[in-house]
C-alpha cells in the first residue's frame, strides 16, 4: 500500500505544479515576479506536508512547466502553415 500512497503524492504533487504553472501562464505574464510568487506558493503548498516525501516536485514543476510552455510556441488562426481550421 506504501507504493500508491507514494505514486499518488508524486501525481498530486505534479497536477499541483502544473496547475500553479498554468495559473501564471494563464491569468498574468510570464517574469521574475509571477514566477517568483507562483514558485514561493508551491513552496507554501508544500511545506504542508500534504504530499509526503515528494513535496519538492510542486515548486520544481512550477518553474519547469512555466518554462517549457512560454517558450513553446502556440498555433494562431493566421498562420500559413495550418492546411485547415479543423486541423486545431
Known amino acids: 500500500m506504501g507504493s500508491v500512497r507514494n505514486a499518488l503524492h508524486t501525481l498530486g504533487s505534479l497536477v ?3 496547475l500553479l504553472a498554468a495559473a501564471v501562464l494563464v491569468f498574468s505574464q510570464l ?7 507562483a ?5 507554501l503548498i508544500a511545506a504542508v506536508g500534504w504530499f509526503g516525501n515528494n513535496r519538492e516536485y510542486i515548486p520544481v514543476t512550477v518553474v519547469f512547466g512555466s518554462s517549457w510552455a512560454a517558450h ?3 498555433p494562431t488562426p493566421s498562420d500559413t502553415s495550418c492546411k485547415s481550421a479543423s486541423a486545431w
Do not use: E, H, K, Q
Not at 31 to 37: D, E, Q, R, W
Not at 39 to 43: C, D, E, P, S, T
Open 31 to 37: 517574469n521574475a515576479v509571477t514566477l517568483s510568487v
Open 72 to 74: 513553446t510556441p502556440m
Open 39 to 43: 514558485v514561493g506558493v508551491g513552496a
Open 16 to 18: 499541483v505544479g502544473i
